[in-house]
């Protein structure tokens, strides 16, 4: 496999539920990222992780749980979501952070919270 | 609070025709300048990139930089229906952290 892969592309859960989401880059790049996307609304930087080590939290509520074993893979862990939860969620690496990063998108998974 | 903004669009040309898709910042110490197409459906893919004042040509795509009056906008030439997608403007600001535009929807008419 080649690029970044996402994983589940669909997900629908209740606001109880656990779930998670699971992303894997094959470009040997250093960080990895986290967006979510709304309808109408810019991208918005969730989480990034440099060298498998967490360099943002752009004050996202602690029903989303990042991961990142290594510099290949993120995760990100759901638990108790809300509706207005309800976006896509992008995955993303680049080869550097904070440098002229050009980022390279997973295909997303389309969250639906009941 | 650092924006960009951009006309949500849509912006419908011909085929054929140059698509203009303008983009303006507020962050007078950006430095470097990104434009993403995204399809619908999909994910966004980086079509363009530039860092100074000026002109960057790539096939049918041209991305100019005018950092005196903070705007950065994309050229397509020759615009086909597969041209068709929402195109981000994404800016890097003087701390380094990447902020996107929300997008302006481009539409080509055969």
């Known amino acids: 496999e080649t690029g970044v892969t996402q994983t589940p592309r669909h997900l629908v859960m209740g606001m109880t539920n656990k779930k998670s989401l699971k992303c894997e880059q094959h470009?040997?790049?250093?960080?990895m990222y986290w967006y979510k996307q709304s309808a109408k609304k810019p991208l918005e930087l969730m989480f990034v992780?440099?060298?498998?080590?967490?360099?943002e939290n752009n004050s996202v509520p602690s029903r989303f749980s990042p991961e990142c074993p290594n510099s290949s893979h993120l995760f990100l862990h759901l638990h108790t979501l809300q509706p207005e939860d309800s976006a896509l969620y992008l995955c993303?690496?680049?080869?550097?952070?904070?440098?002229?990063?050009?980022?390279?998108f997973g295909s997303g998974t389309q969250l639906s919270v009941l | 609070q650092k924006e960009v903004e951009q006309n949500s669009g849509p912006l419908s040309v011909p085929e054929g025709a140059i698509a203009s898709l303008n983009c303006t910042y507020s962050?007078?110490?950006?430095?470097?300048f990104f434009w993403y197409r995204q399809y619908s459906g999909k994910s966004p893919e980086l079509i363009m990139f530039?860092?100074?004042?000026g002109d960057k040509e790539d096939g049918r795509f041209t991305a100019q930089l005018n950092k005196a009056s903070q705007y950065v906008s994309l050229l397509i030439r020759d615009s086909q229906p597969s041209d068709s997608a929402t195109y981000l403007c994404?800016?890097?600001?003087?701390?380094?952290?990447?902020?996107f535009g929300s997008g302006t929807r481009l539409l080509v008419r055969p």
């Open positions: 993303a690496s680049s080869q550097d952070y904070r440098g002229n990063e050009k980022l390279f």
């Open positions: 470009l040997g790049h250093n960080a």
């Open positions: 992780y440099n060298f498998k080590e967490q360099t």
């Open positions: 962050d007078r110490g950006s430095q470097s």
């Open positions: 530039i860092y100074s004042n």
């Open positions: 994404a800016v890097m600001d003087s701390s380094y952290k990447l902020i």
